[in-house]
Structures are given as C-alpha cells and as structure tokens.
C-alpha cells in the first residue's frame, strides 16, 4: 500500500506516553530498545547509552528519520511539537531532513566556512557555558596557535596532517598539557562544522599521535588490582583493632575512590544520602584540581550509603564525619595511612590512593564504562566542557552506574563471592 507522505505507517491507536514513563525508560538505558509515542515519535536508546527522539516518516513511498534531539535536553512536550511541524512541512511537500539541513547550510555560508569563521561560531555556542577566564583562555590559544596556520583555510578542505602540524609545533615549546587542551578544542570545532554539513569526517583525533608521552611516575603509589585482593584488604579492615572513625574513613574512601585528603576533611553538610541518588558534593575549594568551575560529585553505592547513615546516626550528623578522638579537629590522613602500613601490613602493596587506581584500571578493563565518565568520577578530566557534558541528563545515569558497580564489586569480593558481571557493551 502506498503511504504517501503520511508520518505514521498505521492508523492503529497508540498510547499516548507520560513525562513519567519517559524518565524511566531513559534511567534504564537499554541501548537498541524503543519506547513509541504515536504519529511516529519514539525515544531510541543509542549505544552510547543516550536516548534520542526519533520521527519516523514517510516521503514518496519512502521511509525517512528525523533526529529531533536526546532527553532530557528535549522534553516529551517539545519532542512532540518538534512531530507536530515535521506534520506540516510534509503537508506542504517538503522533506523535513532536507530542509533543516539546507537551512543550517545557508546560515553557515552566510557567516562564512572558513576554520575561522567556523571557530567564531563555535565560540559564541561556548561563551555562555564558560566561565570568563577559561573562555578567554581557550579564545587566546586558538588565536595564538592555530588560526595563523589555518584560520583562512576552508573548514572542509583542512586534511590530519594539517592539524598534526599545528599540535607538533605546540608540543615543541614543551608545553604537552597545552597543546592537547587546544587540540580538544581543535577537535570540537570539527564536529561543530561536522553536525552543521561543513565536512564529512573530522580530521582532529589522528593529531594525538604527535603528542609526547606523558612521563612516568617514578614514585607510583602502591596499589592491589584485583578484586580478590581488594577483597581481603576489606576483609582484614573489619577484623583489625583500629578506630571506628579510622575504619569509617578506610570504607569511605574504597567505596568511592575519594582521595584521602577530601575524606579526612568530608563535612556532614556535603552529604545527601536521602536522595534517590545518595550523592557527595566536595566543593572545588577542597579538590587538589583548582582549575575548573564545577564541584566534583561522587555517586554513592547502596553499601556505602547504607554505612554512612548508620554512621550519621551514631556521630549525630553535624560538623565533620571524622572528628577526632581527642575531640578537638579531626583524624588525620596519617593515622588512615599508618593503619594500611602497619596495621594491616600492606606497605609497598596497598595504600589509600591505591582505591583510585583499582577504580581506573578495572574499570577499563571491564569494557563496560567509557573512559571518561570513569577520568570524571576520579576528577581527572581537565576539560570544563567535558566535564558539564558529562553532568547532564543521559550521562549522568553512566556514572551512577560506575559507581553503583564498583560498590557490588567490592561489597562482593569483601564477602568472599564471585564478583558481579555485567552484560558486554554493544559494539
């Protein structure tokens, strides 16, 4: 049967969704899966965990897709108007896809395409998202190091070696840190001009085989990297003769691979455990990273959360989490550390910083957990804009998620079971 230009294939009765049935479809994040609205709106979950509305419609016979945009940004009443214009330019003949990017197209070309106009655009979507001086950082670099040398190129005609060019002359002043900041933000200008039809490909990633190596540590901190180990360091933690508040501190930061620093001066009032998502909030005042304009969020796991109510209802839930047994300030970091080396004898094997490494390794070797949104939940990563992204909506449930895993994990390998398995990621 020929459907013309109808946006729906049927006329079978659809049910209409509810802003809540929406949310926890999106929470549950069942890449592939797809939850139907009617008149051929429907929320998608991508593989990168994000969920995306979709309309699906039909032009000449044939069927076509038009990317509204991901949840929560766009809300099920503007996924619904974004259906209702779509209606209406099929109505008057257009295709919906071809007109937005026939429009984009003319406004870009309007302001010009070359790198440099492109990377005015592009500095004008961030200004209102940075702070001041990152943006006049960012701004300057660029005009110091990059817009010389490709400023008046066309934005579609730049190849990787151009770019590979740009970052190996940073790199030579020996300022590595620079140079990759500036070439992520390289990186997002192309995929700006990428989403607005300006190229097909994105030449920027290629130009970070031309940074040095970072240096090695030579005093790495000692560190267990496997569950079953970890495992008898909690184990061997519950049974030893150390304080209370030494042994809070001790769970605290395994849980959540805080540093030791930010658990020995952990506030009550940095403490949310009646959310639906127990959280820590440390002010950016109390983070070894100075640098950046967001407070770091740890996630905590059921266990952790558990422990640290239990924990609130015994100290009263004021002031400090770990006040001192003298009653004046609080413990210190090394009396946690003398308890790893001596207490537990894990000197040159295991040490407090040593949760933060076991997080960032196993993490990744899980292959479940992008290594940005494990660089987040360790505030690793350098880039504001990373880091807010990262912070929205449908990213968010990623680092719960980390979290949440590395809590079964432990709690687990503690108790002497098998440790928690996730399903593989779609590739």
Known sequence: MDRGNDPKPSSRAEKRLTALEVKAFADRAEVGKKLIDGGGLMLVVLKSGSSSWRIRYWIDSKEKTYSVGTYPAVTLEAAREALANVRKRIKFGDDPVKARQVEVAARIVASGTTFEAVTQEWLKLRRKDWGDDHYSRSERALERDVLPTLGKLPV???TPAMVSGVVTKIAERGVRETAKKILQNINWIFRYACANGLRNDNPAPPAIEMLPKKAKRKDRLPALLSFL?????LRAADAARISPAIRMAHRLIA?????IGNAV??????FDLDA???????????????????DHRIFLSPTIADELR?????????GPLFPSNTGEGVITRDGIEKAYRVTLGLRDKHCPHGWRSALSTLGREEGNFEHDVIDLALDHIHDDEVARAY??????????KLMNWWGAQLDSAQHGADVVTMPTRAA
């Open 156 to 158: 579609a005609d730049i």
């Open 229 to 233: 180990e970890l495992g008898e360091v």
């Open 255 to 259: 849980f959540t691979a805080a540093r």
């Open 265 to 270: 001066e952990a506030d009550w009032k940095e």
């Open 276 to 294: 639906e998502q127990p959280i820590w909030t440390i002010p950016r005042s109390k983070m070894k990273a100075q640098d950046r304009y967001h």
């Open 310 to 318: 239990r924990w609130k209802r015994t100290t009263g839930g004021k």
């Open 391 to 400: 912070d929205r909506g449908e990213r968010l449930a990623k680092r719960v």
